[in-house]
């Protein structure tokens, strides 16, 4: 994975800077492109690769929205999470308290261990913001 170097300030202490690694995405991987893939690995139809797809998020979603975790091997498991704000009394937290809704994504042993494996290797002039 390639990976530029970037200048940031400290945003409490705007005269203190420090470089920090980022990492280069090379493009962004379309659903076309992925069916794409599936279907020439699969020898599927492409549109039986697509409508297979796009139902497999569509139930993912549905499951995240009820409030259940999901697995997929060897990818691993997927689950919404958020933050509320804190109050004296559990009464007083309410959905308005509710906040910063994010996806969360575990990765499964198989892929932890390639990401141990994965190599950097610095792509581009450092980047002063």
Same mark, same amino acid.
Request: hydrophobic fraction near 40%; charged fraction near 30%; charge should be positive.
């Given at each position: 994975?390639?990976?530029?170097?970037?200048?940031?300030?400290?945003?409490?202490?705007?005269?203190? &800077?420090?470089?920090?690694?980022?990492?280069?995405?090379?493009?962004? *991987? @379309?659903?076309?492109?992925?069916?794409?893939? +599936? /279907? =020439?690995?699969?020898?599927?139809?492409?549109?039986? &690769?697509?409508?297979?797809?796009?139902?497999?998020?569509?139930?993912? *979603? @549905?499951?995240?929205l009820?409030?259940?975790? +999901? /697995? =997929?091997r060897p990818?691993?498991?997927?689950?919404?999470?958020?933050?509320s704000?804190?109050?004296?009394?559990?009464?007083?937290?309410?959905?308005?308290?509710?906040?910063?809704?994010?996806?969360?994504?575990?990765p499964d042993?198989?892929?932890?261990?390639r990401?141990r494996?994965l190599?950097?290797?610095?792509?581009q002039?450092?980047?002063?913001?």
């Amino acid at each position: 994975m390639k990976y530029t170097t970037i200048q940031r300030a400290n945003p409490q202490d705007r005269s203190k &800077v420090k470089w920090y690694a980022r990492p280069i995405i090379e493009r962004r *991987v @379309r659903m076309k492109e992925i069916t794409d893939e +599936v /279907t =020439l690995l699969t020898e599927l139809r492409f549109r039986m &690769v697509r409508k297979g797809l796009l139902t497999l998020f569509d139930v993912i *979603v @549905r499951h995240l929205l009820a409030g259940r975790s +999901v /697995t =997929l091997r060897p990818f691993g498991v997927v689950r919404l999470s958020f933050t509320s704000d804190g109050h004296e009394a559990p009464e007083h937290i309410t959905p308005e308290h509710i906040r910063e809704l994010k996806v969360i994504i575990i990765p499964d042993v198989a892929l932890k261990e390639r990401l141990r494996n994965l190599q950097f290797e610095l792509e581009q002039e450092p980047i002063c913001e």
